[in-house]
């Protein structure tokens, strides 16, 4: 049986609860593995990246 009148409604707003939900959950998890680097890991991952854009700027591509 397909919903009907306000029914639509309800479940437009359960839909819209879940994806709040799951943008919180990917956030929280996106954040804890951001901050389970140690800010040595962190330092050399910024200077092997520029490193690499250096080395491209200065062979010519890019």
């Known amino acids: 049986m397909a919903p009907r ?4 409604l309800k479940m437009v707003g359960a839909a819209g609860v879940v994806g709040v939900a799951a943008t919180g959950i990917l956030a929280a ?14 330092r050399e991952r910024l200077h092997q ?12 591509t890019g």
């Open 5 to 8: 009148g306000r029914q639509w």
């Open 29 to 42: 998890r996106t954040e804890r593995r951001r901050q389970a680097y140690e800010p040595e890991e962190i």
């Open 49 to 60: 990246r520029y490193a690499r854009i250096q080395s491209r700027r200065e062979g010519g």
